[in-house]
């Protein structure tokens, strides 16, 4: 899966390198050598450096309170239903497929359309026939196109009128998003409907927001990309389990459950990465995250992840009035990068996952 992912937002051809002038340089003489002074060494993650725990801890407990639909005075510790919950969650994490066989495999039209992406010369009848059979992608790439983003003078209906508007970078970034989004039916348990939306909410802001950070950096956008999606979807997986287990009786959203479902959350999620074979950077960032003390480095990926998931929140919580975007206390340390990605994704409006950013 994740081969094929990568081939496709990295089929531009490689630039041709041009020959390098021939310049005719004298020798210096002996005694006018000036010994060469190395470069310093650039950490990795110079461009993110590490956010603070306690900023950490204080924006995750207020997004936790907002998924479980909480306040302030929640719980410190676990109920008995809670620790049931964890208990679940922990034989998942230890058995040998964690929580891939919960979650649901790619619509059969998806690879289709992903490998008629990987070619410059698609057909966008073709691709309009192929998308008609995935209702869910119809509805998101008109909505798309009619979104803000493209600024159309007139409304968009249909989906070949569609294909044109979005293009093949649009379209390569949207299959990709849509490809991953978890499909809630109607079925599905209180947490799963009531939660889940928000959760996907994050991983779509947070793509973006790392695909923003990326830009001019070591790692490879695509990852960036990909990861800021799957980091989550072991916490949705673990709506699941809560759903299953729920009496009814005791409430959800303790403290202390929330943070430990959290890890439980990330663990399932690199699992998965790990089973889907995507790249080993990405597995590695999604376990960083919360696990690497504050003294110490992250990889490039995991810093850019560490960064754009703390912006992501900040900015879904400041839509939901939760907390003031401006507040010091909250981007106290960020780079000058981070802010900028801060201030853009806040002023960018519509469906942010799945409008192209090239």
């Known amino acids: 899966m994740a081969g094929w992912l990568s081939r496709l937002f990295s089929s531009k051809p490689a630039p041709v390198k041009q020959p390098e002038p021939q310049v005719a340089i004298a020798a210096p003489e002996p005694e006018e050598a000036e010994p060469e002074i190395p470069e310093e060494p650039v950490s990795p993650s110079a461009a993110f450096p590490r956010i603070s725990w306690m900023q950490n801890d204080t924006l995750n407990a207020n997004f936790m309170h907002?998924?479980?639909e909480g306040n302030d005075e929640s719980d410190l510790f676990a109920n008995q239903l809670e620790k049931e919950i964890l208990a679940a969650l922990d034989k998942i994490v230890s058995s040998n497929q964690a929580g891939s066989d919960l979650v649901r495999r790619m619509p059969g039209v998806i690879p289709q359309l992903m490998q008629s992406l990987r070619t410059d010369d698609f057909s966008g009848a073709e691709l309009a026939r192929k998308i008609s059979n995935d209702v869910v992608l119809v509805a998101a790439i008109i909505r798309i196109a009619n979104s803000s983003l493209y600024k159309s003078t007139e409304a968009i209906d249909s989906i070949e009128h569609a294909v044109l508007v979005l293009g093949q970078a649009g379209l390569r970034q949207l299959i990709t998003s849509v490809a991953f989004k978890p499909i809630i039916d109607l079925k599905s348990g209180h947490f799963?409907?009531?939660?889940?939306?928000?959760?996907?909410?994050?991983?779509?802001?947070?793509?973006?927001?790392?695909?923003?950070?990326?830009?001019?950096?070591?790692?490879?956008?695509?990852?960036a990309f990909l990861v800021g999606l799957i980091q989550n979807v072991g916490l949705i997986v673990s709506l699941r389990v809560i759903d299953q287990l729920f009496d009814q009786k005791q409430s959800i959203g303790s403290s202390s459950f929330c943070s430990s479902l959290v890890t439980y959350g990330r663990r399932i999620s690199a699992s998965i990465s790990r089973e889907w074979?995507?790249?080993?950077?990405?597995?590695?960032?999604?376990?960083?995250?919360?696990?690497?003390?504050?003294?110490?480095?992250?990889s490039p990926l995991g810093s850019l992840l560490e960064t754009g998931d703390y912006i992501s929140k900040i900015k879904i919580l400041a839509d939901q009035q939760r907390l003031r975007m401006d507040d010091p206390?909250?981007?106290?340390?960020?780079?000058?990068?981070?802010?900028?990605?801060?201030?853009?994704?806040?002023?960018?409006?519509?469906?942010?996952?799945?409008?192209?950013l090239e």
């Not at 939306?197 to 830009?215: D, F, G, T």
């Not at 950077?281 to 376990?287: L, R």
Request: hydrophobic share 40%; aromatic share 6%.
């Open 277 to 298: 074979n995507f790249p080993d950077s990405v597995v590695q960032a999604i376990e960083e995250q919360g696990s690497i003390p504050q003294q110490m480095e992250m």
């Open 329 to 356: 206390d909250l981007t106290r340390g960020l780079s000058e990068k981070a802010l900028a990605c801060l201030n853009e994704m806040n002023a960018l409006s519509g469906p942010p996952a799945t409008s192209p």
């Open 66 to 68: 907002w998924l479980f």
């Open 192 to 223: 799963t409907k009531s939660i889940a939306p928000k959760i996907w909410e994050l991983s779509e802001q947070c793509a973006v927001a790392n695909r923003m950070l990326a830009e001019g950096e070591t790692v490879v956008a695509f990852e």
